[in-house]
């Protein structure tokens, strides 16, 4: 058959094949996070993906991806090899004061701006869901009010700010108890996933990361120095929670142990209830039932809106989503996190709309700077467990050293110190789940890891594990570390001297023992394989349910395994407190202490003291006969940590919280833990790759568990990647020094 117009043809398709896939019409892309080797992982369109991810920052000046530096900075990902890609949107941005149709074109234009320079880019929006300002203030009694004071109406968001600037003080937001918002961001939210999945820049959206609350981090407005919500929006809220728990004023006023309210007339507490507590820094769950109540229907308000705009998401767009939150932060979230934390991360863990948890890498000052372990601020094996992937939030480069020629050039930006901490901070999060580059550093002109030596250590790091995507996932711990955010109902919402202590400075010195462990929340100790942990540390479980006690008990304190009680273990079940509850559970005798200064911590083997920064209360010794001292109150014979035998296990109980790296590695080695390595560097080893990030540096005789020695000579403030069964290097050191720029 003789075909006519041969060259027209032949122009026709080679015109077609210059055309970027997008515009070509190419497969609209799908996003799911589903099982892979052993882990929850990314898939686009069906093929699993290194959950690796670009992010441009929300700030001002620099958001927009057209724009030349960002576009610049995404392109250099694109070009060694990243393909996943992440930008902020604000709803606000479109939502037309005059009620008109959402115009999507706003949103395309972001997209495409990466869609140019990394033409098969998977993209996952960060949709942020707040009301536009002039939404807040046309709606005042739909709005956050605080209890410490009244909202500082100077602070408004928006250019030259940043649109989520000032969202800590007492500005002007709408509750997110308020059901007027929620039901217009919802209706917004609809048009938006139903506008923009029909045009061709929607076809390359994978995922949407629903944002709102302080930061998009779900965060109540206001949270870290103030105290919301007194607005009529959350009162109602509250009222109408208190209803469907007791449904009469009788029952309510028995549980607030008063008759001054009533299902019609029941306030929001105020500053001087939420912080007062009965029993040292714990609320008693009797006394101050009505303060629990109120966190507990301020949490699930916040919860309720997250489960809602996820599952419009999903039910809005054709195709599979993945949607995604941050939620679930533990470490480093200021003492406050009953007043704006994440205590409902079981809930939001099992909730069938949402795919992943997220947060920033914790800014604890010891754990992210060089030398510290850089560890997430979320559980991540409770992610796990429930088939949610983790991601962290790399956006540490603020620690890099700036060398400015001019207030217009930059001299250099590679900073020696600074290679290390962001090598850590990728190859941590990737060994455990995934990660993603936020990059501020665009807003100053240029991305923060836009250098080519920085760029060449993370093609690197992404060459390795897109390999390690296929290697089976298996946990390489046989410590356990057992957290609770539970316990934040019924602690003192500032400061204390133990608050930040055990969730910030404890564990990351527990990290440091060259031991390798695990995270999980208590309601996940029936999920996970307890044969192959020595040692199980309940970090801060304050507060156990009945059942949780008898699971412990019989499943738990069995084995030979060690159980390490820090501070206080089960000391209220949710309705009384208590040291009878945690004497029970552990099987050591307690006496209250009156304490009038802070005390200090010490130990003989090994030699070590800490003294707290102030007087921990309640405070308790141990008075058991039958257990074996092994730290006293310093200056006094009173013993604090003492360590107990019995017939199925070993009980290591501790009326002051645990602290010295040294101590943490003699107590695990005790209970027959791995110790990779004696030195005091953070060493993790996880599905075959070891990591030591060291500050020091010098020699090391690193132990692997197949029996194998390594005798190395580590270099100072470096990371070294190891395979875990043979001592084979897997990543390449980065470069000490750089050229400086003539």
């Not at 052993?38 to 441009?56: E, K, S």
């Not at 739909?142 to 003080?169: L, R, V, W």
């Not at 700077?369 to 409770?382: T, W, Y």
């Not at 467990?385 to 930059?410: I, P, Q, S, T």
Request: charged share 25%; aromatic share 12%; net charge negative.
């Amino acid at each position: 058959m003789k075909i006519r117009n041969l060259p027209v043809l032949l122009l026709c398709c080679t015109l077609l094949a210059a055309i970027p896939p997008t515009v070509q019409g190419a497969m609209p892309k799908s996003g799911e996070i589903k099982p892979y080797r052993g882990r929850p992982t990314i898939h686009v369109n069906g093929t699993p993906m290194t959950p690796d991810i670009y992010a441009l920052t929300h700030a001002t000046g620099a958001r927009w991806s057209w724009e030349e530096v960002p576009q610049h900075n995404v392109r250099n990902f694109y070009d060694i090899g990243f393909r996943l890609f992440q930008l902020d949107f604000w709803l606000s941005d479109i939502w037309p004061k005059d009620g008109s149709p959402l115009d999507v074109s706003l949103a395309q234009k972001q997209i495409r701006g990466v869609l140019d320079v990394a033409p098969d880019a998977c993209i996952i929006l960060r949709v942020h869901t707040d009301a536009p300002y002039w939404w807040n203030e046309a709606n005042r009694d739909q709005c956050t009010e605080y209890a410490d004071g009244p909202i500082q109406e100077y602070y408004k968001p928006g250019p030259p700010h940043n649109n989520e600037d000032f969202s800590i003080m007492r500005s002007l937001r709408a509750s997110l108890a308020s059901q007027k918002w929620k039901q217009e961001a919802g209706e917004k939210l609809v048009e938006f996933c139903k506008k923009l999945s029909q045009t061709e820049e929607g076809d390359a959206v994978i995922g949407m990361h629903i944002s709102g609350g302080i930061y998009g981090e779900w965060h109540y407005w206001g949270f870290v120095d103030h105290d919301p919500d007194t607005g009529k929006a959350m009162t109602a809220y509250f009222r109408n929670w208190l209803r469907n728990k007791y449904g009469t004023d009788k029952k309510l006023q028995q549980a607030w142990n008063s008759a001054q309210w009533t299902l019609e007339t029941a306030t929001v507490p105020g500053v001087e209830e939420r912080t007062k507590t009965q029993f040292g820094q714990f609320k008693d769950p009797k006394a101050e039932r009505r303060v629990i109540d109120y966190i507990a229907a301020q949490q699930e308000a916040v919860v309720e809106d997250i489960e809602y705009f996820c599952r419009l998401a999903k039910e809005s767009w054709p195709r599979p989503l993945i949607t995604g939150v941050f939620y679930g932060y533990l470490h480093m979230t200021f003492n406050r996190q009953s007043v704006g934390g994440h205590l409902l991360v079981e809930r939001i863990l099992d909730c069938p709309w949402i795919d992943y948890l997220a947060a920033p890498q914790t800014y604890y000052k010891f754990s992210r700077k060089l030398g510290g372990s850089g560890m997430p601020r979320g559980i991540v094996e409770s992610a796990a467990l429930h088939g949610k992937l983790w991601f962290d939030e790399m956006d540490n480069g603020e620690l890099a050293r700036r060398v400015c020629h001019d207030a217009v050039r930059y001299l250099e930006r590679y900073d020696a110190d600074y290679a290390p901490v962001l090598r850590r901070s990728v190859v941590l999060p990737l060994m455990r789940g995934g990660v993603w580059y936020y990059d501020f550093g665009i807003r100053e002109s240029l991305g923060w890891f836009d250098d080519p030596v920085y760029l060449q250590s993370i093609a690197d790091e992404k060459a390795l594990f897109d390999k390690q995507l296929n290697v089976p996932h298996k946990s390489e711990a046989d410590v356990l570390y057992v957290w609770s955010q539970e316990s934040y109902y019924y602690l003192k919402p500032q400061s204390t001297p133990i608050s930040s202590n055990v969730i910030d400075h404890s564990i990351e010195e527990a990290l440091r023992s060259g031991t390798v462990g695990d995270h999980i929340y208590d309601f996940d100790l029936d999920k996970v394989n307890l044969d192959q942990y020595k040692a199980v540390i309940f970090m801060n479980s304050y507060v156990l349910s009945s059942e949780q006690r008898k699971f412990i008990r019989e499943k738990v304190a069995q084995n030979g395994r060690t159980l390490i009680y820090n501070y206080l273990t089960g000391v209220t079940d949710g309705e009384t407190i208590g040291l009878p509850l945690t004497e029970k559970l552990s099987g050591v005798k307690l006496a209250l202490q009156n304490a009038t200064e802070p005390q200090t911590l010490h130990f003989t083997d090994p030699e070590s003291e800490f003294t707290f920064k102030g007087v921990v209360e309640p405070f308790a010794v141990i008075t058991d006969p039958q257990a074996e001292p092994l730290a006293t109150l310093g200056g006094r014979p009173d013993v604090v940590v003492a360590r107990k035998n019995f017939p199925t296990h070993t009980a290591v109980y501790a009326t002051l919280p645990v602290n010295g790296t040294d101590v943490f590695r003699k107590l695990l080695r005790d209970a027959g833990c791995h110790v990779y390595n004696d030195r005091n560097d953070f060493t993790y080893v996880n599905s075959g790759i070891m990591l030591i990030h060291s500050l020091d540096g010098g020699q090391r005789t690193i132990r692997l568990r197949n029996g194998k020695e390594l005798n190395l000579t580590l270099p100072e403030k470096s990371n070294t990647v190891l395979d875990a069964n043979t001592g084979e290097v897997l990543l390449k050191e980065i470069p000490k020094t750089y050229p400086k720029v003539k």
